[in-house]
């Protein structure tokens, strides 16, 4: 190649600067041309364009202040833009175009900014928004619009673009809504958002179908001072969220790496949310870690105070776990090391009065959960110093109102189902303070402490239970065992020491005319569950200083009291019905039983008559195939036992009231049994005063299906003078001394009852005559003195029977009737009782005969005297009265024959032919009728006659003075006396009763007759 001349050489140079040169006036003509574009043309183009895009778009009208593009800083300013109706306005934006745009296949922005953006949305009616005007405009275009152009104005790829520096100023931001079903408003103060490097040109993500799904962004920040919440309800609710800040190191759609993130916020009461962790949106995953640290609950519950039956008082919570979410084509998650916990949280009822729970401090910890597996696992339940507080008032429960959420439609049924693992569940130190109509006093639980482990639901194993509190300050219970979950099959053991039972008054008061003054529990049980009902139950115990009292009277009076009841060994199955007891003692007991004024007693009508409804019973076992009807409990008792016990028997319904007791009352009833055919030995001892001993022996069964009872009971040398107001009021008569036995022997059998009473008594001396109402008409001292022996002993046997089962079977009433009946039988055939006495067989020795006109005793009436002298022998308190009788008949014609036979004396005629009434004595009474009778009459009238009728003719004509007759009967009683007299019977022990009107008497025979008197 030629070297080049100098002369090219010298041009060279030149042509240069002229290229340069005009290089540069083509550049600055194209500068000029672009300043001219801009300033002639482009900006106001933006400014005419600007508003007829957003009217075409919106409807509406745009107001602005500037819209201008700066050709030396390549940058899009705006300013003072407003919605016409107030929709938004903006102070400023700015969009600085890189000028590395024109070579680059992006739009790449320097800077994008958007300030004092102001935002107010509001709900103007039911129906209709701020904004539905712009909606109906869009919506009328789109019908108006041809399917071409609807075609050609779909959007296509998007078009990649670099934002070097982006920021987003939100100064305002108002949501109003007073319309919806919760109306509320919401604002939004200090809304920035800053972010940089953001780009869409990356590579697009395998599901990607759009560059955007490529977008990608450094130093994401989002900072909001202030969210402002307000529920337009009838009373207002507000509350607020501060210094929310969210910072995303490197955002990217795609990508498999996760982007991490960190979100804080603080609610009013300077509770903070973090939550830090990382998201990827390509693999639709994120993890990490939120916590909440002192939220308050209050603000929570005034917003959801309408759904909510309580008022929250108080209260906070903390939440801390680990996450992981997977939001793809099937959405799952994952919880790690969660853990809730509330602090002072305070529930109240806005409508309740004086109840209030208070949950202290609530902690769960060690929460895993998984919703593939679908199974949540919580290591640690902790409840500390739990407070409940409430009543009952009748069925009225307060704490189910405090809950008493709106019943909710019942959810379909799923075949899917969650497993729940609870390791370990305590509640400590708990409270309950209830008040129930059904209690004296107010129920305070304290130390209330229950422990759980193994918990697992569907259940899959037993669960451990632990219970243990302290009742008003010295009643402590404890309770331990497994319970299954599923089955509800467990087994439990408890414990229950000094529990006061008069704080169940009210209970006890609604069924029964009964109060407890004082009285403690103490029981050790064992119980097991069966499908959630109890089955087996074995419990030991006792019941200390037990006061039992009658209620619904004048006043309260005693009706059982005892030291201490134990009982041990008590085991029951409830689905067999069995009930089986070792022992149950007594230690001085003390029972009342009384007799009131109006005859009623103390024992008697305790239960309160019911409304007359009845639930059907649940029947606790099989029933039996014929009768639908449950069979009877199985029971057995090996020993019942007192000792050193009181029985007081009072009976105000006397006269003069009547009281005794029987002391140390020891003794037992072993082997009582349910079976039928087996019987309990009873042996019980005691005394009355101090000496007179008390026996109760014998076998029972009362518990059979048909009760049975062969039993004997005793008393010796009981001072009748306590019985005294009984004779006074039953006899008439007091008593002033004397000493009691009596054995008594009560059979029972096919409900029929046989006793035999057997009475002794010794020295009975009866006091002053009592005017009582109710005391029986009989002689009482003739009876005692017929059943007093000489010895000073009434020895009395009374049988009774009777049929328990009719409805007028009392039988204290058969037993008096009983004794009244053979007293009445003693009393009103007094001379049987002495017929037996004196070994004779005769039942008439009240009376003794005489022959007509004499009274002289024969041999029959000497053999009855005998009998009755000795019977009146074997009975020294009886007086024998004897009063002479004559017969007008026999007596009257005999005294007329000894007169006439007299006067025949007097004539001549032996008393040898008097009686033998031989020729002598015929022609005497004929001489002598004759003389007297015969005179005027004719001679054949006077034979006729024979000696005979003559002689009954003379008897005829002889008067007989009263005063004989008199005479006689007096002779003939005096006649008894002299020869029980003689022999042996003190006189003071026989009287004549001479009185005229009964010695004149006229009998059915000559005889003297006897009476008793006491």
Known sequence: MPSPSPRNKRRAPGAAARIVKRTVQIAAGIYLAYLGLTVLVLNPLLEWLTPRLYQTQTGRTLHFNEVRYNPFTLALHAGQLADHEGLWAIDRVLLNVSASTLWRRAVVLDEMTVAGLRVDIEQITPE?????????????????????????????????????????????????????????AASVSQFGFAARAITTAGELAATARRSWATFAAHDVRLGIDRIALESLREEPVATEVRDIRLEVEHFAVAGTEGVPFALTLADESGGRLFWHGTFSLEQATSEGRVDIEGLSLRPVWEFLRPQLPFRIASGTADLGLDYRVQWADTPRWELRDGGVRLGDIALTSPSVADTRVAL????????????????????????????????????????????????DEPAEATDESWQ???????????????????????????????????????????????????????????????????????????????LSLPQFNPLLAEFAYLRLDTGTLDTQWRLTLTEGAPGDIASSGALHQFDLRRTGSERETPLAVWEQLTWRGLTMALPEQRLAIEEIALRQPDIRFRINRDGTTNFGELMKAGDGKSAPA???????EDTGQTPPWQIA??????????????????????????????????????????????DFRGNVGGYAPVIVTGEAAPLAPTPELDVKLSFDNVDMALLSPYSS????????????????????????????????????????????????????????????????????????????GDPQFGLGDVIRRAFFNAIRKVVTSPFRLLAQLGGSRAEDLDSIPFAPGSAALESAAVEKLAAVKRGLEQRPKLLLSVAGHTDQDSDVQALRAQVLGRQLVEQGLSEASLVARDRDWERAVTRLYEERLAAGRADEEAEELSAGQQWQRLLDTIDINPGWLRGLASRRAQEVKQHLIDTGLPPDRVLIDASADRAAASADAPQASLSLEG
């Not at 110093?385 to 109102?401: F, K």
């Not at 649940?618 to 039996?624: D, V, Y």
């Open 729 to 804: 009021t039953y006899a008439g008569y007091a008593i002033d001394r004397g000493l009691i036995s009596v054995n008594l022997q009560y059979a029972l059998e096919d409900e029929r009852i046989r006793g035999s009473n057997r009475v002794l008594v010794r020295q009975l001396q009866l006091g002053e005559r009592v005017e009582s109402p109710r005391a029986v008409d009989l002689p009482i001292r003739l009876a005692l003195a017929l059943l007093t022996d000489a010895n000073g002993v009434i020895d009395l046997n009374v049988d009774v029977t009777g049929d328990i």
């Open 420 to 498: 729940l693992v609870l390791q370990h569940a305590e509640l400590r130190q708990g409270s309950v303070d209830w008040r129930a109509t059904q209690l004296e006093q107010p129920l305070e639980v304290r130390e209330l402490s229950v422990s759980a482990d193994g918990i697992t639901w569907p259940a899959q194993q037993q669960a451990g239970l632990e219970l243990s509190l302290r009742l008003g300050g010295d009643t402590e219970l404890r309770v331990a065992g497994n319970l299954h979950p599923g089955t509800l099959n467990g087994e439990f053991e408890g414990e229950l020491k000094q």
């Open 128 to 184: 209709r928004w701020n904004f539905s005007d712009i909606l109906e405009h869009q919506q009328a275009r789109a019908e108006a619009t041809s399917p071409r152009e609807q075609a050609a104005s779909e959007p296509g790829e998007w078009p990649l673009l670099e934002v070097n520096a982006l920021q987003l100023g939100i100064a305002r931001a108002d949501v109003r809504a007073p319309y919806l079903a919760e109306p509320f």
């Open 360 to 407: 202290g401090q609530l902690e769960v910890a060690g929460v895993t959960a998984d919703s593939e597996q679908r199974q949540l696992s919580i290591a640690r339940l902790l409840l500390n110093a739990p407070a409940v507080t409430g009543w009952n008032r009748g069925e009225e429960i307060s704490l189910l109102r405090l809950f008493d959420f709106p019943a």
């Open 637 to 682: 008792i090996q020993r019942i036992s007192s000792e050193q016990g009181v029985l007081r028997f009072a009976d105000l319904s006397l006269p003069y009231p009547f009281r005794a007791n029987i002391e140390a009352f020891t003794g037992a009833v072993t082997e009582l049994s349910s079976d039928a055919g087996r019987r309990a030995q009873v």
């Open 618 to 624: 649940e029947s606790a076992g099989p029933a039996t």
